[in-house]
């Protein structure tokens, strides 16, 4: 395992009293059925996976993320852990990632998964910074599989019985080895329901260590009233003890997991998530993308007179103010460098957080989808700086300085240079 690994308490027992984690529910929705789950995540008295007393948007998140960090300075790592599955949320997972990376970067991104539809995303999570990955594997047989899982969705198509489980296990199993070829840690989850499972543990940490996971961490499936594996027993300690004692001749064992909420935070030895309750409830009545915040208008221009710059060229932005119906000059602001791609546009949102408005001649489509989704809107228009500002500011009349659209890259106007990163 990584260096890295030495702030993560959930990978280094030896950090958990000192090296602290925050989980930000952002993903409700889940794409898999197990059958011990209850899927009624909006719980404040419950301990467990999948329960969150709240549902946040990626700027809440972030949000929240920031005053915690005031008060507990001793987080290390951001966590996506549901309640739902990130990869069933995708957009709203990827979106608070970025959003991390561009105002935290040395905070270390973790994320816990059922392994379906992470696939697709592991180029950019490397990208991003992710170090740490948790799949939840709870059997290597898909005969085994068709027994845990009601129905898989894969998009907007279910699977049922052993085609659900195959679909699952071959997502899992390809999903690690992906991880692991970008050099991402990895855990396992193994949820032990008795009668169930458990007696192929064996065999389960075998396959995991042939794809190279990192821990393995065998978790006491927690009985859930209404769940149809409501009625079975939760294993005994001792039952647990032996599972993981065949577990660990083949890979090490996580031993002080507890079983953390989807909005747990705090030390393991010290979880401070209800104290935290009243913070995250009122980030949760931020406005979604911040714009309540916002007062300025950013502006990409060559002579400080015109809006005449395409954003990729900018090396600056001038940030404007409307005030008493007055157009008046704030500061200049230098953009990241370019060349750093998706890194750029994210830093941007950052650097831009408190404007409400991009006034631009031209921009590529992807700054225009991740501004537009941190909550900055982004017009491309031709005239003077205090004319356009004044009618974007005041609802005016801007479509009499937007310009039109020439191609698919580039957004209109400017050089044309819609890609330029």
């Known amino acids: 395992m990584n260096g890295l690994n030495t702030l993560h308490p959930c990978f280094n027992e030896k950090v958990k009293g000192k090296c602290g984690r925050i989980h930000l529910p952002v993903a409700p929705k889940c794409n898999i059925k197990c059958n011990y789950c209850d899927r009624k995540y909006d719980c404040v008295n419950e301990s467990r996976p999948g329960v969150t007393s709240t549902v946040l948007t990626p700027f809440q998140a972030v949000e929240y993320l920031g005053k915690v960090l005031e008060k507990e300075p001793r987080i290390t790592v951001a966590g996506i852990a549901g309640p739902g599955d990130p990869f069933a949320n995708p957009e709203e997972t990827m979106e608070t990632l970025r959003l991390i990376k561009g105002r935290f970067p040395d905070m270390l991104l973790c994320l816990a998964s059922n392994g379906l539809s992470i696939g697709p995303y592991i180029d950019e999570l490397s990208e991003l910074g992710v170090t740490h990955v948790t799949i939840t594997i709870n059997t290597v047989e898909p005969e085994i599989g068709q027994k845990i899982y009601s129905w898989v969705r894969d998009r907007k198509v279910v699977y049922r019985g052993i085609k659900g489980a195959s679909l699952l296990l071959e997502r899992q199993l390809s999903a690690i080895s992906k991880l692991k070829d970008k050099g991402i ?23 995991l260590k042939g794809l190279g996971v990192d821990l393995l961490n065998c978790m006491a499936m927690f009985p859930n009233p209404g769940a149809p594996f409501g009625n079975i027993p939760q294993p005994t300690k001792a039952e647990m003890e032996s599972l993981r004692e065949v577990a660990e ?26 104290e935290f309750r009243g913070c995250l409830s009122r980030c949760a009545s931020l406005a979604l993308d911040g714009s309540e915040d916002r007062k300025y208008v950013a502006v990409a ?5 015109l809006v005449n710059q395409h954003l990729g060229e900018a090396k600056a932005l ?33 650097i831009l957080h408190d404007c409400k408005y991009l006034l631009v001649s031209g921009v590529g489509q992807r700054p225009l ?26 609802e005016g009349n801007i479509t009499a300085y937007k310009k039109r659209r020439k191609g698919a890259c580039c957004a209109g106007g400017g050089s044309g240079k819609g890609c330029i990163s």
């Not at 940030?319 to 546009?345: C, H, M, N, Y």
């Not at 989808?369 to 005041?394: D, H, M, N, P, Y």
């Open 185 to 207: 840690t990895v855990k396992a989850n193994f949820i032990a329901i008795p009668g169930i499972n458990m007696g192929n543990i064996r065999e389960t940490a075998r396959e």
């Open 249 to 274: 001749e083949f890979l090490p064992q996580m031993r002080h997991c507890t079983r953390c909420r989807a909005d747990a935070v705090g030390l393991l030895d010290e979880d401070r998530t209800s």
């Open 301 to 305: 221009t060559r002579e400080g007179v």
């Open 318 to 350: 001038e940030i404007w103010q409307v005030s008493d119906g007055e157009a008046k000059f704030i500061e200049r602001r230098t953009t990241p460098p370019s060349g750093t791609g998706l890194r750029r546009w994210v830093k941007l949102s950052q």
């Open 369 to 394: 989808e991740v501004l537009t989704k941190s909550g900055i809107r982004v017009f491309e228009v031709s005239g003077f700086i205090e004319e356009c500002t004044l009618a974007v500011q005041e």
